[in-house]
């Protein structure tokens, strides 16, 4: 997509516009961005998704029979739903696209943003007053209207440490006060950029309101510095330790002194300072599925003398939903392909096929190790024949 092609879903801005100025700093609301806007999926079938197994939903009550704020985790009872109040409630559920087609084409829209930072779409539904609280998220989210209509308040940047109502499930603020003008209610296909830290409030205002969360990953620093660690941890040989030869006898023999630190520290720098690794661990981490067990592996090595067959009598195969992948370039010819949390060496061109929309079918033939990389992926669960999807 053109840096500079201006965009109905941005408002009019072009892609570099809305990076420039709006990208995690500050929030943007979006008219008619998406014009006749259809809802791919009715109240019912949200429903009918957090009734399954496996299938992250919950169900926030704000004057719950257990209390304020109450809140429950699917997968629920579908007589449940019958026993609702008619107003303020909310059922969410977390990762429609990797179980709805039409909802996973959103994501399509949003091809201006790399594809590795997405996470999911979260679908809300709420009667009238349906709400889960003024809160704060600690990532960026496109709030796309559905149907009905919600009223959106922002509260401006909030603190790490601001306050929080204690004793419930939710990390509802103690404190929000509206910013002037930032109030408003969102029609179908309207939608709100929030920004991460944003204070925000959204009421429902009619029935049947579902609005559409594009939520992005972002690992935070105590997650990385972990994961990092742990990854190099599982490449270093275990005789490369602390080492002190040389050293002047000690002052005091139980002082840490300021040379054994130093000691230490560079062994630490060395180690982590290495950016070669530091690319293949973050492409690992940043298409790790966002629910492992999704993923469903081959039960027998596919033979992939009949794979390369059945492409070439004119079969498909596709990623799978929830799977995800990126690239990184190792030279001009060579690259790291990353699919759901590992990584493998291909060719450049195939590298970045695979990690696109390209359709997976004969032609990805004409790429040297083709047939035995799809082989791979299609054992490891990461794709899977296209009829398999219907």
Not at 104 to 130: C, K, Q
Not at 155 to 184: C, N, Y
Not at 378 to 383: F, K, P, Q, T, V
Request: with cysteine; proline share 8%.
């Amino acid at each position: 997509m053109a840096s500079d092609t201006p965009l109905t879903l941005l408002g009019g801005l072009t892609p570099a516009e809305f990076l420039r100025d709006y990208w995690q700093r500050q929030p943007l609301l979006i008219r008619g961005a998406f014009p006749d806007f259809e809802n791919p999926l009715d109240p019912d079938e949200l429903a009918g998704l957090a009734c399954e197994e496996g299938v992250e939903a919950r169900l926030v009550e704000e004057d719950g029979p257990d209390g304020p704020w109450q809140v429950s985790h699917g997968p629920f009872d579908e007589a449940v739903f019958g026993e609702l109040p008619e107003r303020n409630w909310t059922l969410l559920v977390q990762a429609v696209d990797h179980y709805v087609p039409e909802v996973a084409a959103l994501l399509d829209h949003f091809d201006f943003l790399p594809r590795w930072r997405l996470d999911d779409i979260m679908i809300s539904y709420a009667p009238p007053g349906g709400s889960v609280g003024p809160h704060v998220d600690q990532y960026d989210v496109f709030l796309l209207q559905g149907s009905g209509r919600r009223h959106w308040q922002l509260g401006g940047k909030v603190a790490d440490d601001a306050p929080i109502l204690s004793g419930i499930d939710l990390r509802i603020l103690e404190r929000f006060e509206v910013e002037p003008g930032d109030d408003w209610v969102l029609e179908p296909g309207d939608m709100l950029y929030l920004p991460p830290g944003w204070a925000h409030h959204g009421v429902s205002q009619t029935d049947d309101c579902m609005t559409y969360s594009v939520g992005f990953r972002a690992p935070s620093a105590d997650e990385a510095i972990t994961s990092y660690a742990d990854y190099l941890g599982e490449q270093l040989p275990s005789s490369l330790r602390y080492g002190d030869a040389g050293m002047a006898p000690p002052a005091d023999p139980a002082e840490l002194d300021d040379a054994a630190l130093e000691r230490m520290r560079r062994i630490i720098l060395a180690t982590l300072d290495d950016p070669a690794q530091l690319a293949q661990w973050f492409g690992r981490v940043m298409t790790q599925p966002k629910y492992v067990d999704q993923l469903v592996p081959s039960e027998a090595p596919t033979d992939v003398d009949e794979l390369v067959t059945l492409l070439q009598e004119g079969e498909e195969l596709t990623r799978s939903p929830g799977s995800r992948f990126a690239w990184r370039a190792l030279s001009e010819s060579r690259a790291t392909l990353f699919a759901d949390g590992d990584g493998i060496e291909c060719s450049r061109l195939l590298a970045r096929a695979m990690a696109s929309n390209t359709p997976l079918d004969a032609e990805l033939l004409e790429f040297d190790g083709a047939a035995e990389l799809l082989a791979t992926l299609l054992d490891a669960g990461s794709l899977i024949w296209y009829e398999e999807e219907e």
